[in-house]
Nanobody, 119 residues
Framework: VQLQASGGGLVQPGGSLRLSCAAS????????MGWYRQAPGKQRELIAT???????DYADSVKGRFTISRDNAKKTEYLQMNSLKPEDTAVYYC??????????????WGQGTLVTVSS
């Protein structure tokens, strides 16, 4: 199983970016999916989660600006980021709880994609 994150880049303050994270491999089910970020010199923090039923939760720092979503048929999650601020600059990681061959759920991580917010 692999998670491939994409969509990072350089954006000006106030701009928008959309991150994607696609799961591939022998997958029988995907439960909760999420996005984390790690800014330079800081610990990795959880910023958004979405269950397989579509329930979402957000860190206070991104609430109202970021939207997490998923397409179960494509085994992909997304993070729409609006009104970006310089303090949103970080490496963004996706993760997901995935079962292979109807076995137990395990947590898998994507490789990280860099988002830089700067003028």
């Amino acid at each position: 199983v692999q998670l491939q994150a994409s969509g990072g880049g350089l954006v000006q303050p106030g701009g928008s970016l959309r991150l994607s994270c696609a799961a591939s491999g022998t997958i029988s089910s995907i439960a909760t999916m999420g996005w984390y970020r790690q800014a330079p010199g800081k610990q990795r923090e959880l910023i958004a989660t979405i269950t397989n039923g579509g329930s979402t939760d957000y860190a206070d720092s991104v609430k109202g600006r970021f939207t997490i979503s998923r397409d179960n048929a494509k085994k992909t999650e997304y993070l729409q980021m609006n009104s970006l601020k310089p303090e949103d600059t970080a490496v963004y990681y996706c993760n997901a709880m995935i079962a292979r061959n109807w076995g137990p759920l395990r947590v898998y991580w994507g490789q990280g994609t860099l988002v830089t917010v700067s003028s």
